[in-house]
């Protein structure tokens, strides 16, 4: 059937199809304007595990999603399609994070890996896989994006999406990332990990495109990374969760303060949402949760104001999704995605269908 007589054929209103792709969606990919490149990747946690297995358990999630959805009612009719990943990332995350393991409890136990021949061999043997993670999802964002499609990454952790912020770089000039978070992950290669989860936005300071980073809901850094803010001079904008609730406490709306995040981004924005950055009650899974935090309505209310402001998305990732024993962080997690796939899709002109309002 063409798309056209699938939209005619499908009930939104229905429990989506179990057969069906993300959201319960009746499309193929080539149907889709929306691909979601999910990365089951964790090979450098620190601290909590689970991430790797967030792409699932937010799939899973997903058909429980009501696709009537309040200020994007015709999202599904754009089709959103979750792509497979190939199976040695999901095999290779598990070996090599079984091989970060020593590493890891050899520097808690203060040793130097490098006096560990074997450790370092590892070591550089994670750091390799890791690189060549990033080029694998480079490429596979550039084959969707070269075919037409609007591309989001979900994590694993967050480190996987260095190799789609490579791939959006090679697309636009300058554009700035905003990143929710509770941590800066500002970290020069963490642990001895070039491509640590800790160190991602150290690492997409070194991509020339990337103007800007702003980062809203920080609650835990060290001197590195607040040195790393002082030398980029303006290119990091840190918003701590502190500063946030100060404001707030002190009479500012949450609309004002959003605002002035909003504008001190450059015209194109990809959008980085480490699931911690809200309060714990929403990932009480998470591999590394902080006390505090923003809500799911702040969440939303500020991914809104930037198309509302006029910027460009062009991209996102979600990342850090762990699933507990009760499903809660995936259902979560597949919520904030659609909600991320609606202001995509919107920024981009695609036709979502009009608010629906209510009389009060």
């Known amino acids: 059937m063409t798309k056209e007589q ?13 057969d069906a792709t993300i959201f319960g969606l009746p ?21 909590g595990a689970g991430a790797s297995e967030g792409p699932d358990a937010i799939l899973d999630a997903s058909f429980q999603v009501d696709l009537h959805h309040q200020e994007f009612p015709e999202l599904w009719k754009r089709g959103i399609y ?7 990332w999901a095999k290779n995350s598990e070996k090599y994070k079984g091989l970060a393991q020593p590493i890891i409890e050899a520097l808690e136990a203060g040793e130097d890996v490098a006096t560990f021949p074997a450790l370092q061999a590892d070591l ?20 969707w994006m070269n075919k037409g499609k609007l591309v989001a990454l979900v994590g694993g952790d967050h480190s996987t999406p260095l190799g789609y912020y490579q791939a959006l770089a090679t697309k636009h000039e300058n554009f700035g990332i905003l990143h929710l978070d509770a941590h800066m992950d500002l970290r020069k290669a963490y642990e001895g990990f070039t491509y640590s989860h800790a160190s991602i936005m150290y690492n997409a300071l070194q991509i020339p495109q990337i103007s800007k980073i702003v980062q809203v809901g920080i609650r835990d850094f060290c001197k590195q ?28 709306t949450w609309q004002h303060i959003c605002d002035n995040i909003v504008m001190s981004l450059p015209k194109k ?6 699931i911690d950055g809200m309060n714990a009650l929403y990932c009480p899974s998470t591999g590394t949760p902080v006390p505090g935090g923003f809500s799911y309505e702040q969440a939303v209310y500020l991914l809104n104001r930037l198309s509302e402001f006029g910027k460009e998305i062009i991209g996102f990732d979600l990342v850090e999704v762990a699933p507990g ?7 979560v997690g597949a919520r904030m995605l659609f909600q991320m796939c609606g202001i995509f899709a919107k920024s981009q002109k695609l036709e979502v269908g009009e608010k629906i309002s209510f009389p009060k």
């Open 325 to 331: 024993e009760d499903d809660w962080d995936g259902n």
């Open 269 to 274: 924005v990809t959008i980085s949402f480490d």
């Open 27 to 47: 499309f193929s990919a080539e149907q889709s304007d929306i691909i979601i490149v999910p990365v089951p990747w964790e090979v450098t946690v620190s601290y």
């Open 6 to 18: 699938i939209i005619e054929n499908f009930d939104p209103s229905q429990p989506g199809l179990a």
């Open 82 to 88: 979750m792509d497979e990943a190939p199976a040695h």
């Open 225 to 252: 990374e607040v040195d790393v803010v002082d030398e980029q001079k303006g290119r990091v904008l840190v918003h701590t969760d502190l500063d946030l609730n100060k404001q707030l406490f002190e009479g500012n």
């Open 124 to 143: 550089d043997k994670i750091n390799k896989a890791c690189k060549d993670l990033n080029e694998e999802v480079k490429n596979r964002v550039l084959d």
